[in-house]
Protein backbone atom coordinates (compact mmCIF):
# COMPACT_ATOMS: atom_id res chain seq x y z
CA UNK A 1 0.00 0.00 0.00
CA UNK A 2 2.81 2.14 1.28
CA UNK A 3 6.41 2.17 -1.01
CA UNK A 4 8.99 4.60 -0.36
CA UNK A 5 12.01 5.04 -2.43
CA UNK A 6 15.42 6.50 -2.07
CA UNK A 7 13.95 9.07 0.52
CA UNK A 8 16.06 11.78 1.23
CA UNK A 9 15.80 14.87 3.54
CA UNK A 10 18.21 17.85 4.14
CA UNK A 11 16.73 20.30 6.38
CA UNK A 12 18.70 23.48 5.37
CA UNK A 13 20.30 24.39 8.35
CA UNK A 14 21.38 20.97 9.18
CA UNK A 15 25.48 19.89 8.33
CA UNK A 16 23.92 16.48 7.69
CA UNK A 17 20.97 14.80 6.14
CA UNK A 18 18.17 13.61 8.42
CA UNK A 19 17.39 11.12 5.87
CA UNK A 20 19.64 9.48 3.96
CA UNK A 21 18.13 6.96 0.82
CA UNK A 22 15.20 5.07 2.48
CA UNK A 23 13.68 2.64 1.31
CA UNK A 24 10.77 0.62 2.52
CA UNK A 25 7.53 -1.54 1.48
CA UNK A 26 4.60 -1.41 3.79
CA UNK A 27 1.72 -4.14 3.33
CA UNK A 28 -1.84 -3.24 4.63
CA UNK A 29 -2.30 -4.56 8.54
CA UNK A 30 1.42 -3.91 9.40
CA UNK A 31 2.37 -3.20 12.89
CA UNK A 32 5.94 -1.35 12.38
CA UNK A 33 7.78 0.11 14.63
CA UNK A 34 10.54 2.35 13.97
CA UNK A 35 13.29 2.18 16.39
CA UNK A 36 16.54 4.47 16.56
CA UNK A 37 18.79 6.96 18.00
CA UNK A 38 17.33 10.49 18.86
CA UNK A 39 18.33 12.10 15.98
CA UNK A 40 18.19 9.27 13.93
CA UNK A 41 15.44 10.70 11.43
CA UNK A 42 12.11 8.80 12.70
CA UNK A 43 10.35 11.71 13.12
CA UNK A 44 11.15 13.09 9.56
CA UNK A 45 10.89 9.89 7.77
CA UNK A 46 7.36 9.73 9.52
CA UNK A 47 6.25 13.64 8.72
CA UNK A 48 7.38 13.12 5.22
CA UNK A 49 5.16 10.27 4.37
CA UNK A 50 2.37 12.48 5.48
CA UNK A 51 3.84 15.31 3.90
CA UNK A 52 4.04 17.65 7.02
CA UNK A 53 7.77 17.51 6.01
CA UNK A 54 8.66 17.80 2.18
CA UNK A 55 11.68 15.28 1.30
CA UNK A 56 14.56 16.61 -0.76
CA UNK A 57 14.41 13.65 -2.96
CA UNK A 58 13.14 10.07 -3.88
CA UNK A 59 9.23 9.36 -4.27
CA UNK A 60 5.84 8.02 -1.69
CA UNK A 61 3.75 5.69 -3.95
CA UNK A 62 0.12 5.45 -2.03
CA UNK A 63 -1.36 2.23 -3.78
CA UNK A 64 1.28 2.95 -6.54
CA UNK A 65 0.37 6.63 -7.03
CA UNK A 66 2.74 9.17 -6.62
CA UNK A 67 2.44 11.19 -3.19
CA UNK A 68 5.38 14.06 -3.49
CA UNK A 69 3.78 16.85 -4.89
CA UNK A 70 0.22 16.44 -4.42
CA UNK A 71 -1.29 20.15 -3.26
CA UNK A 72 -4.94 21.43 -2.20
CA UNK A 73 -7.93 18.53 -2.71
CA UNK A 74 -5.51 16.05 -3.83
CA UNK A 75 -3.11 15.94 -0.49
CA UNK A 76 -6.27 16.15 2.01
CA UNK A 77 -8.02 13.25 0.13
CA UNK A 78 -4.36 11.70 0.72
CA UNK A 79 -3.92 13.18 4.09
CA UNK A 80 -7.32 11.36 5.16
CA UNK A 81 -6.45 7.66 4.98
CA UNK A 82 -3.74 8.51 6.78
CA UNK A 83 -3.99 9.07 10.50
CA UNK A 84 -1.61 10.71 12.73
CA UNK A 85 -1.18 10.54 16.52
CA UNK A 86 1.82 12.48 18.32
CA UNK A 87 3.73 12.52 21.05
CA UNK A 88 1.92 15.66 22.87
CA UNK A 89 -1.80 14.79 21.69
CA UNK A 90 -2.06 17.54 18.97
CA UNK A 91 -5.68 18.28 21.05
CA UNK A 92 -7.32 21.61 21.17
CA UNK A 93 -7.77 21.87 24.48
CA UNK A 94 -10.90 24.76 24.27
CA UNK A 95 -13.02 22.48 22.91
CA UNK A 96 -14.66 19.57 23.49
CA UNK A 97 -13.63 15.87 23.25
CA UNK A 98 -16.50 15.39 20.63
CA UNK A 99 -15.50 18.58 18.67
CA UNK A 100 -11.95 17.59 18.65
CA UNK A 101 -12.96 14.23 16.85
CA UNK A 102 -15.53 15.98 14.44
CA UNK A 103 -12.55 17.85 13.58
CA UNK A 104 -10.59 14.78 12.27
CA UNK A 105 -13.68 14.40 9.56
CA UNK A 106 -12.72 17.64 8.36
CA UNK A 107 -9.01 16.71 7.24
CA UNK A 108 -7.63 20.14 7.05
CA UNK A 109 -10.82 22.12 6.14
CA UNK A 110 -11.31 24.91 8.18
CA UNK A 111 -12.20 24.44 11.95
CA UNK A 112 -14.78 27.26 11.74
CA UNK A 113 -17.22 23.94 10.41
CA UNK A 114 -16.51 22.09 13.44
CA UNK A 115 -17.15 25.65 15.99
CA UNK A 116 -20.36 26.38 13.95
CA UNK A 117 -21.40 23.21 14.15
CA UNK A 118 -21.77 22.29 10.82
CA UNK A 119 -21.22 18.99 10.65
CA UNK A 120 -23.78 16.00 9.22
CA UNK A 121 -25.59 13.38 11.15
CA UNK A 122 -23.05 11.21 9.60
CA UNK A 123 -20.45 12.81 10.84
CA UNK A 124 -21.45 12.30 14.25
CA UNK A 125 -22.28 9.31 14.09
CA UNK A 126 -18.74 8.45 12.97
CA UNK A 127 -17.27 10.55 15.41
CA UNK A 128 -19.38 8.83 18.75
CA UNK A 129 -18.15 5.67 17.17
CA UNK A 130 -15.05 6.44 16.89
CA UNK A 131 -15.19 7.79 20.80
CA UNK A 132 -16.53 4.49 21.65
CA UNK A 133 -13.93 2.64 20.08
CA UNK A 134 -11.51 4.31 22.31
CA UNK A 135 -13.69 4.09 26.28
CA UNK A 136 -14.53 7.62 25.37
CA UNK A 137 -17.87 8.31 24.99
CA UNK A 138 -18.88 9.42 28.30
CA UNK A 139 -16.45 12.11 28.08
CA UNK A 140 -17.66 13.69 25.09
CA UNK A 141 -18.94 16.76 26.26
CA UNK A 142 -15.81 16.91 28.60
CA UNK A 143 -13.18 19.87 27.52
CA UNK A 144 -9.92 18.28 25.92
CA UNK A 145 -8.03 19.85 28.44
CA UNK A 146 -9.99 18.18 31.45
CA UNK A 147 -8.54 15.35 30.47
CA UNK A 148 -5.50 12.74 31.88
CA UNK A 149 -2.71 11.96 29.47
CA UNK A 150 -3.91 8.77 28.61
CA UNK A 151 -7.63 9.81 27.58
CA UNK A 152 -5.94 13.04 25.69
CA UNK A 153 -4.20 10.13 23.31
CA UNK A 154 -7.28 7.95 23.36
CA UNK A 155 -9.29 11.34 22.08
CA UNK A 156 -6.48 11.91 19.40
CA UNK A 157 -6.36 7.74 18.39
CA UNK A 158 -10.44 8.62 18.06
CA UNK A 159 -9.53 11.63 15.98
CA UNK A 160 -7.78 9.75 13.65
CA UNK A 161 -10.15 6.53 13.54
CA UNK A 162 -12.82 9.47 12.38
CA UNK A 163 -10.90 10.20 9.12
CA UNK A 164 -11.49 6.56 8.63
CA UNK A 165 -7.75 5.78 7.78
CA UNK A 166 -6.30 2.78 6.39
CA UNK A 167 -2.71 3.65 7.83
CA UNK A 168 -2.28 5.52 11.32
CA UNK A 169 1.42 6.99 12.08
CA UNK A 170 2.04 7.74 15.61
CA UNK A 171 5.20 10.24 16.15
CA UNK A 172 6.63 9.00 19.23
CA UNK A 173 2.74 8.31 20.81
CA UNK A 174 3.50 7.30 24.17
CA UNK A 175 6.76 9.11 25.00
CA UNK A 176 4.91 11.22 27.51
CA UNK A 177 2.57 8.55 29.33
CA UNK A 178 3.70 6.67 32.21
CA UNK A 179 4.31 2.82 31.83
CA UNK A 180 1.20 1.52 32.32
CA UNK A 181 -0.99 4.28 30.76
CA UNK A 182 1.70 3.40 27.81
CA UNK A 183 0.64 -0.07 27.77
CA UNK A 184 -3.52 0.83 27.50
CA UNK A 185 -2.54 3.30 24.64
CA UNK A 186 -0.33 0.18 22.91
CA UNK A 187 -2.97 -2.48 23.86
CA UNK A 188 -5.70 -0.27 22.21
CA UNK A 189 -3.45 0.74 19.10
CA UNK A 190 -2.47 -3.55 18.45
CA UNK A 191 -6.50 -3.93 19.11
CA UNK A 192 -7.18 -1.89 16.57
CA UNK A 193 -4.73 -2.96 14.06
CA UNK A 194 -5.61 -6.37 13.85
CA UNK A 195 -9.42 -5.47 14.60
CA UNK A 196 -10.16 -2.86 11.98
CA UNK A 197 -6.95 -3.99 10.19
CA UNK A 198 -5.77 -0.28 9.73
CA UNK A 199 -1.72 -0.73 9.37
CA UNK A 200 0.26 1.43 12.10
CA UNK A 201 3.77 2.84 11.64
CA UNK A 202 4.59 4.16 15.33
CA UNK A 203 8.39 5.47 16.29
CA UNK A 204 8.82 4.12 19.61
CA UNK A 205 11.91 4.98 22.10
CA UNK A 206 10.60 1.54 24.42
CA UNK A 207 12.55 -1.94 22.19
CA UNK A 208 10.94 -3.84 25.14
CA UNK A 209 7.16 -2.05 24.06
CA UNK A 210 8.73 -2.55 20.33
CA UNK A 211 9.32 -6.02 20.54
CA UNK A 212 6.65 -6.95 22.19
CA UNK A 213 3.56 -4.80 19.93
CA UNK A 214 5.10 -4.52 16.35
CA UNK A 215 5.35 -7.18 13.75
CA UNK A 216 7.83 -5.41 12.27
CA UNK A 217 10.79 -3.76 13.60
CA UNK A 218 12.63 -0.93 11.74
CA UNK A 219 15.96 0.33 12.67
CA UNK A 220 16.94 3.79 11.76
CA UNK A 221 20.80 5.32 12.06
CA UNK A 222 22.11 7.75 10.65
CA UNK A 223 19.23 8.73 8.51
CA UNK A 224 19.36 5.24 6.83
CA UNK A 225 17.52 1.73 7.25
CA UNK A 226 19.72 -0.33 9.44
CA UNK A 227 17.69 -3.30 10.10
CA UNK A 228 13.78 -3.93 8.65
CA UNK A 229 12.92 -7.22 9.95
CA UNK A 230 11.67 -9.43 13.01
CA UNK A 231 11.08 -8.54 16.54
CA UNK A 232 12.91 -11.94 17.00
CA UNK A 233 15.74 -10.61 14.95
CA UNK A 234 16.92 -7.36 17.27
CA UNK A 235 19.90 -9.41 18.45
CA UNK A 236 22.72 -7.67 20.24
CA UNK A 237 24.38 -7.13 17.20
CA UNK A 238 21.69 -5.31 15.56
CA UNK A 239 20.69 -3.41 18.28
CA UNK A 240 24.41 -1.84 18.62
CA UNK A 241 23.92 -0.94 14.44
CA UNK A 242 20.81 0.94 15.61
CA UNK A 243 22.07 2.41 18.93
CA UNK A 244 25.90 2.62 17.35
CA UNK A 245 28.17 4.71 18.83
CA UNK A 246 28.63 8.34 17.31
CA UNK A 247 30.00 11.79 17.67
CA UNK A 248 26.71 12.82 20.37
CA UNK A 249 26.98 9.33 22.45
CA UNK A 250 29.59 8.47 24.64
CA UNK A 251 30.45 4.79 23.62
CA UNK A 252 30.49 3.51 27.24
CA UNK A 253 26.71 4.89 27.91
CA UNK A 254 25.78 3.08 24.45
CA UNK A 255 27.67 0.09 25.19
CA UNK A 256 25.50 -0.37 28.83
CA UNK A 257 22.05 0.62 26.87
CA UNK A 258 22.87 -1.82 24.81
CA UNK A 259 23.35 -4.33 27.50
CA UNK A 260 20.69 -3.16 29.33
CA UNK A 261 18.02 -3.76 25.98
CA UNK A 262 19.59 -6.86 25.19
CA UNK A 263 18.30 -8.45 28.22
CA UNK A 264 14.72 -8.54 27.48
N1 LIG B 1 13.08 21.50 11.45
C1 LIG B 1 14.35 21.10 11.45
N2 LIG B 1 15.34 21.92 11.03
C2 LIG B 1 16.63 21.52 11.00
N3 LIG B 1 17.04 20.29 11.38
C3 LIG B 1 16.09 19.42 11.80
C4 LIG B 1 14.70 19.78 11.87
N4 LIG B 1 14.00 18.71 12.32
C5 LIG B 1 14.92 17.74 12.54
N5 LIG B 1 16.14 18.15 12.23
C6 LIG B 1 17.39 17.37 12.30
O1 LIG B 1 17.20 16.19 11.53
C7 LIG B 1 17.77 15.08 12.18
C8 LIG B 1 16.70 14.02 12.41
O2 LIG B 1 15.73 14.54 13.32
P1 LIG B 1 14.41 13.75 13.71
O3 LIG B 1 13.59 14.64 14.60
O4 LIG B 1 13.79 13.23 12.49
O5 LIG B 1 15.01 12.54 14.55
P2 LIG B 1 14.29 11.53 15.55
O6 LIG B 1 14.92 10.21 15.30
O7 LIG B 1 12.82 11.61 15.40
O8 LIG B 1 14.73 12.08 16.97
P3 LIG B 1 13.88 12.12 18.35
O9 LIG B 1 13.74 10.69 18.76
O10 LIG B 1 14.76 12.91 19.27
O11 LIG B 1 12.58 12.79 18.03
C9 LIG B 1 18.39 15.60 13.48
O12 LIG B 1 19.76 15.82 13.24
C10 LIG B 1 17.68 16.89 13.72
O13 LIG B 1 18.50 17.81 14.41
Known amino acids: MLIIQDLKKKYAKSPRPALDGINLTVEKGEFIAVLGLSGAGKSTLIRCINQLVLPTSGEILWHDQPVLGKRGKALRAYRRQVGMIFQNFNLIDRLSVLQNVLAGRFGTTPMWRVLLQQYTREDLQIAEEALLRVGMVEFKRVRADQLSGGQRQRVAIARALAQKPELILGDEPISNLDPV ?15 EGITMILNLHSVEIAVQYANRIIGIANGQVVYDGSPEGLSETVLAQIYKPDRKVDPAVTTKAIKLLSRI
Not at 181 to 195: F, R
Open 181 to 195: TAVDVMELLKSINEK
